[in-house]
């Protein structure tokens, strides 16, 4: 006699923010989906929406509110979890029917809050979560978080706050995990934190056993234990500490990717003084040109904060000439932006918005012209390029060692039919503009 089994729940998820909240959203999901849940792709079909909010910025937060709003009016069952959790009494002044407030990676109060709201299906019969997890990722590339929170107070910043001091994850868990995620089909492993150079120091550095061996919890060996998987490697967030440098070997014997993102947010001294951040840009030059020296091809990326309370046009004008010495690969800017809870905010001298802009718009224009340098010279070599989609006409869209997905460049193909998401392959390169790179794949 056949059993007809009960129809489960439906949860819909927004994700917002930074990809270690997207891996926060994945973690949720997969626990749900474990509970007996069914996922949903519109609101109309959802017993409960998770909104996983960002308020990092006051842009973010109205970014996040908007997206409460809106599934508030789509579905009007809601549960509102990540960073702006913490902002819990303004979230219910402007929508006081959520059913919950979580904050930043408290899984398991979300999962009450979802199991209070629609209660799961005991079903005993099917297998509901794969043995990678549920994923907001493509198939072929995944985020692997290696630890929470952070030991810094730089001035512009509230994710201590947010998310507290550095908690660091073992480091059999976390090659565990990675082992998992190549098993289920990744080929590009994106290691987050917020800082990841700082990985192991809350916990001492402790070793722990893996595959018949001790991992010590630092992001030296961790970086070569992940780089055994067969899987790109690359790392993210990464303040440069003097123990990156024993990172950068790795890339060279083609052990993790060549790629570093750092975080450098300006190089005038006085700016970074007052960013409470460290001050010793020429250092940084003199281990990039180093850096370079041992692994030619690593692709350095980094961010920066123009209209920083105090910034003069000297200050500026000293940031835009040490991008000239760094010639870093991939440059994002971004408009200093007051936080509530900052300790930016009460600095003197605020710059005028109309300052900030038009030293975003030169700072961008100086970046790009770098870029554009860069990926000239490119042309004319093969490098190895992960498919991240493909089409029916033969066009093909991936990314080099030196592209982070969807902070990046691209590479485009032509006559790429055949190819599929996931695969890598070998791509001669033909042309290229400021921030992406055109060619065809190599047989054979």
């Not at 003097?242 to 014997?253: E, F, I, K, S």
């Not at 951040?277 to 020429?282: I, K, S, V």
Request: aromatic content about 6%.
């Amino acid at each position: 006699m056949a059993t007809t089994l009960p129809a489960a729940p439906k949860v819909g998820m927004v994700s917002l923010g930074c990809p270690k909240a997207l891996v926060d959203s994945e973690r949720i999901l997969t626990k749900l989906r474990s509970d007996g849940y069914d996922l949903s792709s519109s609101y109309e079909d959802a017993d409960v929406v998770l909104v996983n909010t960002c308020g990092f910025l006051d842009s973010a937060k109205e970014e996040s509110l908007e997206a409460i709003g809106e599934a508030m009016a789509e579905n009007g069952r809601v549960i509102v979890t990540g960073c702006m959790g913490n902002e819990a009494e303004a979230i219910r002044a402007r929508f006081p029917d959520v059913l919950a407030i979580t904050g930043a990676h408290q899984y398991e109060a979300v999962v009450n809050a979802v199991h209070e709201a629609s209660p799961p299906v005991p079903n005993a019969f099917v297998d509901l979560v794969p043995e990678g997890g549920l994923k907001l990722t493509p198939r072929h590339y995944s985020y692997l978080k290696i630890s929470e929170g952070c030991n810094h107070r730089c001035a512009f910043c509230i994710i201590p706050s947010l998310r507290g001091d550095l908690v660091s994850r073992r480091p059999d868990a976390i090659l565990r995990e990675a082992e998992k995620l190549v098993a289920a089909g990744t080929k590009e492993l994106l290691i987050i934190s917020q800082d990841t150079s700082a990985y192991g120091v809350d916990i001492r550095h402790q070793p722990r056993e893996w595959k018949g061996r001790e991992v010590r919890a630092h992001m030296t060996d961790l970086a070569r234990e992940l780089g055994s998987l067969g899987a790109w490697v690359r790392l993210h967030y990464v303040y440069p500490y003097p123990h990156v440098n024993d990172v950068v070997p790795l890339m060279a014997d083609g052990l993790i990717t060549p790629y570093l993102d750092i975080p450098f947010q300006h190089a005038a001294p006085s700016v970074l003084k007052a960013m409470k951040r460290p001050a010793n840009e020429a250092k940084v030059l003199e281990r990039i040109r180093g850096w370079r020296e041992i692994c030619p091809d690593i692709a350095i990326r980094s961010s920066f904060v123009v209209g920083f309370p105090g910034e003069t046009e000297t200050d500026f004008q000293y940031l835009l000439d040490w991008l000239d010495e760094a010639q870093l690969d991939r440059v994002g800017a971004f408009r200093f932006e007051p936080v509530e809870g900052a300790a930016a905010n009460e600095l003197p001298d605020p710059v005028p918005e109309e300052v900030k802009e038009e030293r975003y718009q030169r700072i961008m224009e100086k970046t790009a012209a770098i870029s554009a340098a860069k990926l000239q010279a490119k042309i004319g070599r093969t490098l190895p390029v992960i498919i991240d989609l493909a089409d029916e006409e033969g066009g093909a869209t991936g990314r080099s060692q030196a592209d982070a997905p969807e902070i990046d460049g691209e590479v485009h193909l032509r006559d790429a039919h055949d190819l599929k998401a996931g695969e890598i392959v070998n791509v001669l390169i033909e042309d290229a503009d400021e921030h992406d790179l055109f060619g065809v794949q190599v047989k054979g």
